[in-house]
């Protein structure tokens, strides 16, 4: 099963129709990649000097005459949609949806060549109406811009059945909103320079604490974590999706090392794997570099054997400690999982320099000497 999570750009959408001053600071340095939402009346008052793009909510009215013309008129339904057939710019429907007559209604309505967008407000939490209008419209031109009241149901709209929507619409006051849209759409994949590092040592250092990272996501036979004992030297362990004797796959499982070291949480922080547990978050990395944040569902951590694998690239030196048992997989540096038990000095392996000295995971200028 590989990660079906479908990274393309996201739009956000600011509903300001609430709002008096459209002049306030925040809303005239959206950057142009947002779309701001307003009524006739406000189109006629917006200023010109505007970056972002702009929408007008028809409620029955003419099409706005104004100094600044529209990049995208939005309609209730489909009378008053075709009344602006002759709109040089984007089109698109409001769809409120209720029941399972509305949902019908408005996923014919969507697929019209002529709507660009479909904005899409549900009175239920379920995203089942969500999830069906996706199923039925992605092979479609049609963009769909859910409406979300905070962040996390703005993460959730953007991953519904994996694709997910198209953007989301954050309703906006009076003032700068606490949530700005910007901070919930999906920024495209990162990638990490991964490099190769070679095994300059290898010693048994006894029975420890080891620790076992279960996510709530399916890894990939290419998939592992970056775990070091030192913040400039990480290895890339592989996750458990290689076929073993005796035990049965478990392909949402790394095992990650001992306690004390470090992991990457996201592309800008490390955490100790003693500190992980249910509910956090660890970056799964592949052996490209793409990384993908998955959620914990639990951290085992139990007594075994431990070895260290010293590591070195170029002047570079740290190390990484394992559990000693042939049955732990650590990617070789050509992406081939490799036995620990088998690492002697000179295997080159794949991993990652986090360079920087880490105050509580995060990347500080200090002196700082590890060893």
Sequence with gaps: M??????RPREMWLDARAVECLADPWLVSLPPESTVLVTPGQLRALAPHYRCRVAVMLDGDAPPAAARIPDVIVAR???DLERTAAFPGDRGLYCRIENTQDLEHAAIA???EDVTYGLIDMRDE???PLELL???????PVRL???VDDRAAGEVALRTLERGADGVLVRAGEGEPPMHPASLVASPRAALALTEWEVRRTQPVGVGDRVCIDSVAMLTPLEGMLVGSTCGAFALLCSETHPLPYMPLRPFRVNAGAVHSYALSSVTRTSYLSELGAGDEALAVATDGTVRTVAIGRVKIERRPLLLLGLGNRDVEGSVVVQDDWHVRIMGALGEPLSVTHCRPGTKLLGWSGAAPRHCGYAVEET????
């Excluded at 590989?2 to 990274?7: K, N, Q, W």
């Excluded at 996706?134 to 092979?139: D, M, S």
């Design 2 to 7: 590989t990660a079906a999570f479908v990274d």
């Design 77 to 79: 339904d489909l009378h």
């Design 110 to 112: 969507l697929a019209r």
């Design 126 to 128: 379920t995203n089942i």
């Design 134 to 140: 996706i199923a039925r419209l992605h092979r479609l």
């Design 145 to 147: 811009v859910k409406r």
């Design 368 to 371: 700082l000497v590890e060893r």
